[in-house]
């Protein structure tokens, strides 16, 4: 069955480390992307990648950084420069091309990470 | 600066009845509008979408119109079931862009029995 598995659940973290969110998809998509879902605000776009080896930032890259090394993977890293790290983030997929301009993007279920 | 805006936090609806969820957006680049509907500690699920070359798309329950002139889309769910309880985003993108979406802060719809 095709998805796309984040994972863990729940992540904690102390101050002052870095911790990295996984995400793998088998739907074959060429493009990936990670938001944040913060209370009462919608979704904002971290990182986005279109292709293998290529990702651009989104609209609050700071403090963040990812990786592109395979197509079904995109691994977020929160580094200890995100001042506000708690929140919780989604990983999604798309296929990408103009033949594809109108497929919707897919999601996992999420990680939360909360600051111990 | 919010680009796709949902002014309405949270509606409450009976069941059997009619919800409408609203949706401005203020770039006028988007040409492409979809809904999602998302549950506690899940991702959004893709309910349905629609091209600014129309102005209504139906699904089952599901109607989304697109007012153009007016910046504005709106979700219809006729009849509205407990099991449509959830929060509903809308997203908007500019498909010959980066086909990045931009999001609204959501609604919470609550269906009463």
């Known amino acids: 069955d095709g998805g796309i598995t984040q994972s863990p659940k729940y992540l904690f973290r102390k101050e002052g480390q870095n911790v990295t969110l996984s995400c793998e998809q088998n739907l074959n998509h060429d493009a990936m992307y990670w938001y944040r879902q913060d209370p009462g605000q919608g979704l904002r776009l971290i990182y986005y990648?279109?292709?293998?080896?290529?990702?651009q930032k989104g609209d609050i890259a700071e403090g963040y950084s990812v990786s592109r090394e395979k197509k079904e993977s995109f691994p977020l890293t929160v580094t200890s420069a995100q001042k506000n790290p708690t929140a919780f983030y989604l990983c999604?997929?798309?296929?990408?091309?103009?033949?594809?301009?109108?497929?919707?993007?897919?999601f996992g279920d999420g990680t939360r990470l909360s600051i111990l | 600066d919010q680009q796709v805006k949902q002014n309405s936090p949270s509606l409450s609806v009976q069941e059997g009845r009619i919800s409408i969820l609203n949706c401005d957006y203020t770039n006028s680049m988007f040409d492409y509008f979809l809904w999602y509907k998302k549950y506690p500690a899940e991702g959004p699920t893709f309910l349905i979408s629609i091209s600014s070359i129309k102005d209504k798309n139906e699904d089952g329950r599901f109607t989304v119109f697109l007012n153009k002139s007016a910046k504005h889309l709106s979700l219809h769910i006729v009849p509205s079931q407990p099991g449509d309880s959830a929060v509903y985003f809308c997203?908007?993108?500019?498909?010959?862009?980066?086909?990045?979406?931009?999001f609204g802060q959501g609604t919470r719809l609550t269906i009463n029995p």
């Open positions: 990648s279109q292709i293998v080896n290529d990702f």
């Open positions: 999604a997929s798309s296929p990408f091309g103009d033949s594809y301009s109108n497929q919707p993007q897919h």
């Open positions: 997203a908007a993108k500019w498909v010959q862009g980066a086909q990045k979406l931009v």
